[in-house]
């Protein structure tokens, strides 16, 4: 008889919340957050102000308590543990390093509250300094240091006792923006090498983009959408997150007798998306300001429109064109390579013919 081998057990989630809820007096902050981080994923919790991201980090940090819902951490129930029973670093935009306590010392400082023996903690120390390039500051004080250096030895000194989960809140948004381009960089290396579970709070679109391997996005206390950056930026679920997320260009339209058609103006636009719409409704067509075809690449395209430069402007490697409609009204944003731009021979005032892709046209119910 062939032994049946039992499936491998699947490893329990590194972070599940489960009907997470919270109100601060009357104003409800959270509503409702389901969510599942696998070990070893880099979550953000992206959206604007507000939103609810930091109060539902807090939530799992155990510095804020849920009104409903449950927290698990590796399948253990933490929603009622206090911060220190439940085995993660944190970095927060201040950095709230020890003012008082050398770079060494901060670093090791979880090690040392949890009595390790000293040679273990100074092997620790050095080999999270060399990591973070910071080894020749090891005797300096926090005040001495530069704010890039001081959110490395935060982020070092949260690594140091090899937490579970790592979480940050807004870690890079106090620093300058070449510092925070390495920063992000650093951040992504040390998650990948030590393959911890991290959540980073941001309201930093790009910055989600560009380090996560999901993104969720937030806005008034509840998930519009978890996916991975590529997902969220091409296939944005609603048009929140279609505007939070990249720039999104809005155009109204009316449903078509067909499906896959939609009347903008005088012009029928076909369209890939799947929707059912009844004919004759309003609806909102989305297309990013760079699926947009302009020039000899709009010749003999469908959805051909014509339109006006109403400005234009140069933003390095592209230009954005500010373009009307036939009928005057400011209408579309397109982003055009700086070259292609200076190839079309185009200005402001002038005539642009393009061409909305329909597999790059997103369908909404209209925008309330
Ligand atoms: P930001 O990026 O500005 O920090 P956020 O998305 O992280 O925004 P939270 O800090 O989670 O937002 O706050 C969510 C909402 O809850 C906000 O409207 C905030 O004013 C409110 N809030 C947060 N903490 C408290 C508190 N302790 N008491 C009362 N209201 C609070």
Known sequence: MTPVSAPAPSRPAAVALLGIAKKFGQFVALRDIDLTVAPGEFVCFLGPSGCGKTTLLRII??????????VT???????????????????????????????????GYGLETRRRPRAEIDRRVDELLTLVGLSAHKAKYPAQLSGGEQQRIALARALA???????????????????????RHEICALQRRFGVTTIMV??????????????????HGVVEQVGTPMEVYTRPRSPFVARFVGQMNFLEAIAGDRAGWARLGTVEMRHDATEALVAGTR???????????????????????????RA???????????LTLPDGAPALECDVAATAFAALGAAEGSELALALRADALRVFPLAG
């Open 61 to 70: 940090a155990g510095l804020e308590r849920q009104n409903a819902g449950q």
């Open 73 to 107: 951490m590796a399948g253990r129930d933490v929603s009622g543990l206090p911060p220190s029973l439940r085995n993660y670093g944190i970095v927060f935009q201040s950095y709230a390093l020890f003012p008082n306590l050398t770079v060494a010392r901060n670093v």
């Open 161 to 183: 006792p090899s937490p579970a989960l790592l979480l940050l809140d807004e870690p890079l948004s106090a620093l300058d923006a070449r510092v925070r381009q390495s920063l």
């Open 202 to 219: 941001t309201h930093d679109q790009e910055e989600a983009l560009a380090m996560a391997d999901r993104i969720v996005v937030m806005n």
């Open 283 to 309: 609806l909102t067509l989305a297309i990013r300001p760079e699926e947009i075809l302009v020039g000899p690449a709009a010749e003999g395209r469908e959805n051909r429109l014509v339109t006006r430069i």
């Open 312 to 322: 234009v402007q140069f933003l390095g490697p592209f230009t954005r064109l500010s």
